[in-house]
């Protein structure tokens, strides 16, 4: 069997201009344009990328965008003081501290400090606490990219085996939830985990969140299986010449391609939803910081 390629960029194109439309309707029937700011502290060449990205898409979708990028040597205080600015800010729905931060800041004093409403990360207790038990806000941007990509691939998720290998706060125990709450029977397996070749070949889901390069190989797959690679693993590529990086995924695609019924790629599949659904969540959040429902195309 050869794998369907569960194409995350297409789906994530589709996902922003469905965003872009509902922008549209906030603006025109409630008067209300979504905002997000984004926080980057220091000048991590990794995170500059991704918060460029991140300010760039939300203009395109149409909402309120403001980026702030603070130097390397601000104080916690500084950045607890502009969190409280935002939190404040009746033209932001959404705040994003992008991580990690400097090691004089206490990256949980700031999550903490964000207003839960505006929290799109959904890093805050407050979110965690209400995905938990399945109250509308802000879900997990990763697990909610996966979400979607599965719904789209598989439909009707209830009764299925999950497989999560990672139980990160940020990808694992998130998308756990939200298998849950979509009737599959979760397994959630990790580094201690015995025989994890075994526990894998029983799954009908994979959600591969490890972080270390084609871990999974292709005969732990049950085939026909849907595999959702989270990692991203940029490893050195000398034969594409000196310095030269590629990206790797958590499973080892070539193999896992030949016997799953799905699969996402990497890149392609998983990295490109994410900031699509940080875009959603301001739209959710924009809607219940003012009463509205937010619309359930964007959730989970
Ligand atoms: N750093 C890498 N990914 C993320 C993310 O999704 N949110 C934040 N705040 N920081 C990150």
New binding site residues.
Partial sequence: MTARIIDGKSFAEGLRSRIAGHVERLKADHGITPGLAVVIVGHDPG?QV?VAQKAKQTVEVGMHSEKYELPESTSELEVLQLVAKLNADPSIHGI?????VPPQIDPKKIIEAIDPAKDV?C?TPASVGKLAIGLPGPVS??PLGCLMLLRDTLKDLSGLHAVVVGRSN?VGKPIAQLLLRENCTVTMAHSRTKDLPAIVRTADIVIAAVGRPEMIRGDWIKPGATVIDVGINRIDAPERGQGRTRLLGDVAYAEAAQIAGAITPVPGGVGPM?IAC?LANTVTTASLINGLVPPSDLTA
């Fill in positions: 995170s991704y994003l501290v992008q991580l990690p990360d890093f941007c990763t940020l994410t940080l």
